[in-house]
């Protein structure tokens, strides 16, 4: 295609729309920032503009660095280049569907991500000068305490993002163990006999050094069991959150979802864009807000998946309510395998955060003599008093906490 070829002649308007569409991007939560705009506004000076699937191709390319936030590029390509006023029309949508008493499928989360981000006013209108600014700080303090007790699934872009910002900042600080490998280290513990003899060899059989080991210390394995039953859904949406910034924070951290059956869902949870987790996880566990049989659970994970998660001192997180839809079948004797085969066993019970709590259930009955801790776990709070309690170092078991 010839330079002249009307096609390719700069377009007045074509920065401006690129500037947009970048900023829809970044509000949908894409790192797309001026370094993608100008390598986007570059891209679509070399295609052919009335071809969209060039267009689309060029921009793609020069604003998205990672596949899992395709989806969320394609959504915001299909409304922002099709339609002008698509936003108005989104924001509008978006209204009528949450007024309908009706139970409506949920759209995908790239496309709820992007209808957010639409919806989103950036510009604001400018104070009149005559009016000094003012600081409201009435609010800032009741903000923060409904953020910690919001549902994540109830939230918004801007408290979604704000929650992110909350999980980064909850690390599991697990102290670290020693292991039987050894690593050179001239100021190490252990000498390397071995090893002096080998470079001794080298000089003629003269010893000059002697060469020195130090054993490595990891953290040790993290595992959680968390309930998906009906009764634990609205907390395990939180918790996933959490378990989802765990996981890619951290190696050696496996996680277990069971309701009628037990699901590893450690694989899933390891995409770095928390919304396609979730809708990998989505699809992979068929009993979400189902019945509890947690013996069978807890049965299903010592035979299948104890030997190979559980070991080198392995802090093991039980997340679930008690409530047994088997009457605690076999309970006891599977929670004391568990017991006994790790190092740390807690149980993280949202019903501890009644005071007037009492363990009158048959499950729960069968499963505190087999516990380290039991704790509450509904909001961030109750995550950050576990993160100290984990950061403390591990009673010896049969002593109390």
Request: charged share 25%; with cysteine.
């Amino acid at each position: 295609m010839s330079a002249a070829d009307p096609l390719n002649q700069p377009n007045p308007r074509l920065a401006a729309n690129v500037m947009h569409f970048a900023r829809l991007l970044r509000r949908a939560g894409l790192p797309v920032g001026p370094a993608e705009a100008i390598a986007a506004q570059e891209a679509l000076t070399r295609v052919d503009l009335a071809s969209k699937i060039q267009a689309r191709t060029a921009l793609l390319t020069a604003m998205i660095h990672r596949h899992e936030h395709r989806d969320v590029f394609d959504h915001a390509f299909a409304l922002f280049w099709r339609d002008p006023s698509a936003a108005e029309q989104a924001a509008a949508m978006a209204l009528l569907d949450a007024q309908k008493q009706k139970k409506q499928d949920r759209p995908p989360p790239a496309a709820r991500r992007v209808a957010e981000a639409f919806a989103t006013k950036s510009d604001k209108p400018p104070r009149p000068k005559d009016e000094p600014p003012v600081t409201d700080m009435t609010m800032t303090v009741s903000a923060q305490e409904r953020l910690q007790q919001m549902d994540f699934e109830a939230m918004g872009a801007a408290e979604i993002a704000e929650a992110k910002r909350e999980i980064r900042r909850l690390v599991l600080p697990l102290d670290l163990r020693k292991t039987r490998r050894l690593r050179a280290d001239q100021n190490g513990p252990v000498t390397d006999l071995r090893r002096t003899v080998r470079a001794s060899l080298r000089q003629g059989g003269e010893i000059l050094t002697i060469a020195r080991n130090r054993r490595v210390t990891r953290p040790p394995p993290l595992v959680v069991l968390c309930d998906i039953s009906g009764s634990m859904a609205r907390y395990a949406q939180i918790l996933l959150h959490f378990l989802h910034a765990v996981t890619n924070d951290r190696d050696r951290v496996s996680v277990f979802l069971f309701g009628t059956r037990l699901s590893n869902v450690t694989r899933q949870l390891r995409a770095r864009d928390p919304e396609v987790a979730f809708q990998m996880v989505a699809h992979a566990v068929p009993d979400w807000s189902g019945g509890t049989r947690i013996g069978e659970a807890v049965a299903s994970f010592n035979h299948l998946w104890a030997k190979r998660v559980l070991g080198q001192g392995a802090v093991v997180l039980l997340i679930t309510d008690g409530l047994d839809r088997d009457g605690a079948h076999g309970l006891a004797e599977n929670m004391d395998r568990l017991h006994r085969s790790c190092t740390r066993l807690v149980w993280l019970n949202p019903l501890l955060r009644w005071s007037g709590f009492e363990p009158k259930s048959q499950g729960i009955r069968a499963m505190l003599p087999h516990v380290d801790e039991f704790r509450p776990v509904h909001n961030l709070a109750s995550l950050r008093s576990l993160i100290d309690l984990l950061s403390r170092p591990a009673p010896m078991k049969g002593t109390t906490p």
